[in-house]
DNA sequence: TCCGCCGCTGCATTTTTTGCAGCGGGCTGG
DNA sequence: CCAGCCCGCTGCAAAAAATGCAGCGGCGGA
């Protein structure tokens, strides 16, 4: 789209931090850039960008501008996938910013059987926390976020919500799993591994252990899940995790998990969502229906 | 705005009906105007506008556009005045379609009580009927709409409803000037004048008098209120409009309005509202924001 | 059938955009 | 404290794009 280009080129600046290291990544010179955008803040009547010494930065004015741009600009994402669409061929891209327990299991599941119907339409997955991922709908890198417990809710539209009880995962020989569910108090008699702070997971188990006066101190703790998963089955200790992130690995034999008893540690919840207030292209609005009808199987909450 | 020139003229276009017609509205060449359509839907990939004889249409894809592009240009007014405001100069145009009633009084007051505060603002007032309205709003060219007793609500979005009783409208001398309400069967013995079916006062009184088994047979009919009213004084009938356009007359004493009883006639109902899921300008908004509380006096339905 | 209006195209001209080279200014590390 | 670096910006020439003019063929209405 040659007329969006002015507007594409100054959501680049945006990003890049200034018109030179811009232009780069456009492939035109800072000299087309630099006048591109000194003729819009001229048809403006005021400055998108203050100049700093090292760049560039947006102005109050930018700001409002360039939420403009990037609605302007996905909006005509959408458009041309709904002609697309009327024209038969259905193309278009769909863009995820999820937390790690989607990863092993269950998007390549979900993304592999839309891709299965609509060959043409390509994915984009990026490993995201909570704000991260809220931030990827704001600026439009993502068209949805399925994040663990988010915590704030401005500009995110809840799609749907799972819950998701906390896990207790170990190698099939390990005594724990002859139990169907566990209690929080059986585990302190075992060597224990956890995910870091930031997660949710820890999270509720922190808050569990705080109101049940148990301590577990893990002998591992690591930011990666399928670390924690693989080091469990290795070393034979136990570790938690949520089901949606399991389905693989226990399907095979390789590890068991258990339920965490509801009367100790409640069950997390698990958010499917977008941007408000954002029409999202087909492709994403219908992966989106996809999902929510994937995971309304599971434990939906109303 | 140079870089909005191309979906402008396609807006042109579609307007004028012929690239020709357009071409000589925007002051430039056909070649000009056309050339920018080719590359346009080159880029697009589709044919924007389907070729006839006389002049072109748009085609499906076409349709699809054509809103994208209304919605762009008019999310860019209201950047615009956004990025004015901040600069501390408040600028800006509301256009409203409404209907008849509202022309005498209401808005008059109303507009010229904002304009007071803001003297920049610019406003565009166009009578339609409740369809046209309605249509307006959709392709943007009203922000607001104020119509009585609208019946589709598609893509009408209601800012405030108020009930409005049915009037009945006479010279201070007529003999029905002396009740503090009228009954419809009051009516019968006296000429009246109505105006023309597709109206909501006549509406409202059409199905009144089915009910009641009465028959009012207008001596006058008319589509200009303004008529109607002036006509009941200078022959001594009575005809019936609804409180919101009668303020002004009914106090200098030229003219006397009286309530029809509610269980005759049922009040109808105004409705203030903006085209569904559109942002308006700040100007427009604040504007809304004034009517509905003007409006919330008067007889607001929650 | 003829006339009028339409959309469209080849070509010359004008206008706009781009790239190159270079200026001055602020921050940073030695 | 100064050299080096990266920044945004400008003059000028070249390249690219948009525009206007004249004219073609098509289609519907008189």
């Known amino acids: 789209m040659r007329y969006l280009a002015s507007i594409r080129y100054i959501d680049a600046v945006v990003k890049a931090g200034s018109i030179r290291a811009a232009a780069d990544t456009l492939a035109i010179t800072s000299t087309a850039l630099n006048r591109r955008i000194l003729a819009m803040e001229e048809e403006l009547g005021v400055p998108i960008f203050e100049r700093l010494a090292h760049g560039v930065r947006l102005s109050a004015a930018g700001e409002i501008y360039i939420h403009h741009i990037r609605n302007q600009l996905s909006d005509m994402e959408r458009v041309r996938s709904q002609i697309a669409d009327l024209s038969g061929v259905r193309r278009g891209h769909v863009s995820i910013a999820c937390s790690q327990a989607l990863l092993p299991y269950f998007l390549p599941e979900q993304i592999a059987l839309y891709r299965k119907e ?54 099939p020989d390990h005594p724990l799993a002859a139990k169907a569910t566990v ?87 698990l958010y499917l969502g977008q941007l408000k207030g954002r029409t999202l292209p087909v492709a994403a609005a219908r992966f989106a229906s996809q999902l929510t009808s994937a995971l309304a199987g599971q434990f939906e909450v109303s």
Chains 1, 2 share one sequence.
């Open 183 to 269: 209690r929080l108090s059986d585990c302190v008699d075992y060597p224990i591994a956890l995910p870091t702070t930031p997660y949710g997971v820890r999270h509720l188990l922190d808050i569990a252990m705080r109101i049940a006066g148990v301590r577990l101190d893990p002998v591992i703790q690591s930011d990666n899940f399928e670390f924690l998963r693989n080091h469990a089955v290795a070393e034979n200790i136990v570790t938690f995790q949520i089901p949606i992130g399991l389905s693989d690995e226990t399907s095979t034999g390789r590890m068991v998990s258990r339920p965490l008893d509801g009367r100790d540690v409640p069950a997390g919840i």
């Open 118 to 171: 609509h060959p043409n339409v390509t994915f984009g997955v990026h490993l995201r926390d909570r704000e991260a991922a809220e931030h990827a709908l704001v600026d439009h890198s993502a068209d949805l976020a399925i994040v663990f417990e988010p915590v704030r809710l401005t500009d995110f539209m809840t799609l749907i919500r799972v819950r998701q009880p906390v896990h207790v995962v170990m190698a």
